[in-house]
Every structure is written in C-alpha cells, then in structure tokens.
C-alpha cells in the first residue's frame, strides 16, 4: 500500500510527545430517557452531560516506524464514504488533531499497560466526577484486537461514575469478550457497513445504518439519531444516522445495503473462479 487516505506522521514520536491528557471534551444536551421509561416520553428530564471523547485515526495509517496499521479491521464499504476523510474533517483541516490522534495509537500500541494506567487516572479527576460524564470510545477506528477491547473493559470496570459508549463493527470480538461479562457502564451500538454485518440480528440488536437521507431512514423503520449522538445508546434500538456527515456517499443505499450488494459480488466473482477453475480441471 503505498498510498494512504491520512498521513502518519513524519518524525517518530519521543516518550515526552505522549499527550498530557488523553480525552477531549464536548458539551452537549441531551433529554435522557427516565428509567423504565421511551426514549420519547415528554417525562424525560434534559440535563448537561459532559462527553468526552478518545479516539485514534481511521482504517489505515502509517506508524511512525513506516509500518501500516489498520484501526478499523472490519470496515467494509464504510471505509471508502467515512467521514473521518470528507473535506470539514479535523484529520483534513488540522494536522496538529491528526497528529495527535496518531500520538494517541502509537501510545496504545507501543505502551499499553502505561496507556491503560494513565487513562484509569485520568479518569479520576474532578471533571469525571458527579454522575453526569460520559466517554465516547472512538470518533474514529474501532477495537482493532481482543486485548484493547479487554483494556476498555477494565478501564471503565475501574470508573463506575463515567458511562462509556462506542459503535463498533466488531461484532464477533464484542460476542465473545463483551456480552458475556459487560460493565454495567459500558454502552455499545453496533454498526453496519461492515465485513461482519452477517452476525448482526437486525431485528433484535441495537444497531446503526447510514442512509442517504432522513426519509430515507425512517421509511425503513429507523430512528433519527441527529439531536443527541448519544441517542445511539439511548434510544430507539435501531439507529438511523443521516449521511450528511459522509460527503462520499452517494445513491439512495444505506450502508448495510451497499454491504449487502458488495458481498452478493463478491461471492458472484468466487462462484465464477470456481468455474473457470473446474473447467480448466476438466479439460
């Protein structure tokens, strides 16, 4: 691969280049659903939630070691349209935000038991405090390997007064690592778009789909998520993100659609191979 959607960085990152603090924040209000109760009952109480957010590059970056290394190993179609590379993305905009989120991976990568320890003491500080902060995990990249995922479970194991949530394509990792034994801190919405798309039940999984328009996902039976991300979590279990933040994605299609139509071609291409490979057999 010589080419790359976002540059690494061009000078390898010393000890001290580590950021001070690990999570960045965003205010942001949002009406939470009163326990037991909808998400759309005029009851709901609206309260400032203080979200913060980690996160680390898109799908495939190059290290500082000129290695490759992919954060988003389940994308599918989504990889081509994510927002993280439209035009008013901060990895576009800023170089500083885009370094900083590769000084952010290659902390994960190359010290993660000292990423692991400085991130439960972080979230120890006063602004954590109070019942009302929340972190989501990745605005970008998802859980990449089994130990990250149990490194985020034991982080928010270790902070009960912080919720965490996160989308992720992860399926199979989260069936087997997260479901059996799930913080009860640890919010997740799985995403279509993805290579695993296959073991999601969309029927009974809470889950998000990209769609065109805002029509578009509410003729299919989705929720609107615009007001609050962290309606991901909150609201209705099947969660519809309107495309205006993926400039690349064009047609009428959701995600989980062009998914669909991009593994019905493939397995076209390998019924064809095992043909032409039979015939060639035979003769």
């Known amino acids: ?4 959607p976002i540059p690494g960085l061009d000078v390898e990152p010393s000890r001290t280049d580590w950021p001070a603090k690990l999570l960045s924040q965003n205010n942001t209000d949002v009406c939470r659903r009163p326990e037991g109760g909808d998400e759309t009952d005029e009851a709901a ?10 996160t680390v590059p898109a799908w495939w970056v190059r290290l500082s070691t000129g290695d490759y290394f992919n954060t988003c190993p389940e994308a599918g179609v989504c990889g081509r349209s994510c927002y993280a590379f439209g035009r008013g993305s901060s990895y576009k905009r800023f170089p500083s935000a885009r370094n900083r989120h590769l000084l952010n991976l290659e902390l994960v990568l190359s010290e993660p038991k000292e990423w692991e320890r400085r991130m439960k003491a972080e979230l120890k500080g006063r602004v954590f405090r109070g019942g009302n902060a929340w972190v989501r995990v990745h605005d970008a990249g998802d859980f990449w390997s089994d130990e990250y995922v149990l490194s985020w479970l034991r982080i928010a194991r270790s902070a009960p007064h912080v919720t965490f949530y996160c ?3 992860a399926i199979d990792r ?5 479901l059996p034994d799930c913080p009860p801190n640890f919010l997740w919405c799985f995403s279509l778009g993805g290579t695993e798309d296959r073991l999601i039940d969309r029927e009974k999984d809470r889950h998000a789909d990209v769609f065109p328009t805002v029509e578009a996902l509410e003729a299919a039976g989705y929720s609107d998520q615009s007001a609050s991300d962290l309606l991901a979590v909150l609201g209705a279990p099947k969660v519809g993100i309107p495309a205006n933040r993926y400039p690349a994605m064009k047609g009428t299609a959701s995600f989980g659609d062009l998914q669909l139509q ?3 071609k493939r397995r076209v291409r390998e019924a064809e191979r095992t043909a032409r490979l039979t015939l060639a057999t035979a003769a």
Not at 1 to 4: A, F, G, R, Y
């Open 1 to 4: 691969m010589d080419t790359l």
């Open 45 to 54: 109480k609206t309260e400032k939630l203080r979200v913060f957010t980690w």
């Open 167 to 169: 989308y992720t394509k």
């Open 174 to 178: 989260f069936r087997r690592l997260v």
């Open 262 to 264: 991009e593994e019905e």
